[in-house]
Structure formats: C-alpha cells, structure tokens
C-alpha cells in the first residue's frame, strides 16, 4: 500500500529525513516511533501531500506521491494531532463538510456520515455543536472526519493523546475493527502499550533515519539479554551518588523518585546496584523486574524515552 525509497527532506542546511525508507502492506497496521524531533512530523507532512520530498520516491497504492497527487490524496485519510474540527458546526455538519470536499453528495453523503457517527458511539450527539464537546469526544470524530471518503489508508497522528480512558479505549477498538475490515493504518504514538496493542510492525526513526524495524517479537530480539528494572525510592541519591551505578547498568533514567535501569545480566546486576544505593542511604520503596519490552527497545536504540 505505501512505499517508501530512501526519503530525504531538509529545511534549510537541516536534514529531517535522511534516506527513509520502509514499507506497509495492504490490511497492516504499521506503527511509526520516535522521539520529539527525530523526522517523524516530516516524513509524516510528505506522505501526507503538504510538503514535496527533496529526494527519493513515495508511492501510495501503486501512485506516485508527487506526479499523481491528486489520486493519493483520494486514497488517504489524515486525522491529525491538533483537531481539525469547526467548533460552530454540529458533529454531523462537519462530517458532511469534509466529505463534500471529497466530492460526496446526496443520500450516500448522510448514510456514511451517520454510519460513522455510529462508529464512533456520537450518533445521539450529532446535532450538537463540536464545540460543546469534551477532548475525547472531539478526537473521536476528527477520526471520523478522516473516514468520510472511504479511503484505503488513514494516517492516524496520537489519536489518543489527552483524552479520557474511555474515549482512548473506543478508540483504539474502533482501529482494530476498521483494520480487520481491510483498512491499512499507519499510526503514530506516544504510548507504547498502543503500539504493542495495535501494530503488526513497528519502524523507530531517530535522528532522520529509521534505526529499528520489525514486529514487537523481532524488535525486542534486538535488545538482547537487556532487561529492565524499575526502582522507587525513598531518600533519592544526588546525581554525583548515583554516578557509582554507571559500571553496573547500560542505561538510567532518573523521574523523581523513580530510577529505571537496563542492565545486561539483571539477575547479576540487582544485588550490585542494592548496594551501592544502601550506600548512598537511599531506602528501597518498591521495585520490578521485567521481560524486555518495546520501552526497554526504544531506550537501549535511542537513549531517551518517547516522549523525551
């Protein structure tokens, strides 16, 4: 369904997307990962025709993103992070809007932006103003808005990000429904319990250049015999005391009062880093030990946490 070939996009002398390339097949949820400021955004604005590539190719169900523009835009929907919604128009007359600027009209126009009001559980509320909404309300049918043309591939931008847990949980069902309905999702998060849960593969861009790719099983091969250790602390020792576990772990994050640790051989590793930390006077609250995950992936490749 999307192809892309060594993707190159620069602003000025700063390159944001350097040789990018990677595939999504027809049906496939794919989940694109990174860090703030990795290429994300960027490659994200070409696939979605807002900005022109400075070099290789994109093509979308077999259709170049540049010389066939716009038959791509027919075939995509785009539901971005900031919602794209008329807060002065009902949920359903926005519906009509956005499917209007796809040429739809008539009986088919209202029969499909009621099956999606529906889809999204707002079919009693699509008379009401968007602007009365709550956040999750309002992501809810900006995904909607994104599906009025029937398109073969939507690009879902965090569309749970700030939102209630029901309306994440509605959500993240309806991506699932609309997958197995033959829907193909590329799909950026924050969260990555939402990966893990959606995404058949999963492509980590760092720096302008994609650095990891594969399903969750392949991906966390990739970290090895790394595992992760999670402590909270009461007493928490200075930056200069914790400098001592830098010989027993491969990574350390400090969040206040709770220190997440890689470490090679954990099992070796844990009664080594007790020490040191009885050493500085910090008390042990609580503490787990874990199988490596998408997190302990992304921090051994990238050094930083997703939302860093």
């Excluded at 955004?41 to 400075?54: A, E, F, G, M, Q």
């Excluded at 073969?152 to 993240?172: A, F």
């Excluded at 595992?227 to 909270?232: F, K, L």
């Amino acid at each position: 369904m999307l192809v892309v070939t060594e993707l190159h996009k620069k602003y000025g002398s700063f390159v944001a997307v350097d040789s990018v390339s990677f595939r999504i097949n027809d049906g496939e949820v794919y989940g694109l990962l990174g860090p703030n400021g990795a290429g994300k955004s960027s490659t994200i604005k070409v696939l979605s025709c807002l900005t022109k590539p400075d070099g290789g190719h994109v093509q979308i169900d077999g259709l170049d993103i540049v010389a066939q523009q716009a038959q791509v835009k027919t075939r995509i929907g785009i539901v971005p992070q900031d919602i794209a919604l008329y807060d002065d128009f009902s949920a359903k007359e926005n519906l009509l809007f956005f499917g209007r600027l796809y040429g739809m009209h008539g009986a088919d126009l209202r029969k499909r932006a009621d099956e999606l009001l529906e889809a999204v559980g707002l079919l009693e509320r699509g008379k009401d103003h968007v602007g009365s909404f709550s956040g999750g309300m309002k992501r809810r049918i900006n995904i909607a808005a994104g599906l009025m043309h029937r398109p073969k591939m939507v690009y879902l931008d965090e569309p749970t990000v700030g939102i209630d847990p029901q309306s994440r949980r509605l959500i993240l069902d309806l991506v699932k429904r609309l997958n197995t309905e033959g829907l193909t999702v590329l799909f950026t998060t924050h969260y990555m319990e939402e990966a893990e849960e959606l995404c058949h593969r999963i492509g980590i861009i760092d720096f302008g250049k994609i650095i990891a790719e594969g399903t969750i099983p392949e991906l966390r091969a990739v970290a090895g015999e790394v595992s992760p250790i999670e402590i909270e602390l009461r007493d928490v020792p200075t930056p200069q005391q914790l400098e001592a576990l830098g010989p027993i772990v491969e990574s350390l994050t400090v969040d206040g009062s709770r220190l997440s640790l890689l470490c090679r051989d954990s099992k070796t590793a844990l009664p080594a880093i007790l020490q040191s930390l009885a050493q500085t006077g910090a008390r042990v609250h609580h503490l787990e030990m874990d199988e490596p995950d998408l997190e302990t992936v992304f921090l051994k490749l990238t050094g930083r946490r997703l939302r860093d």
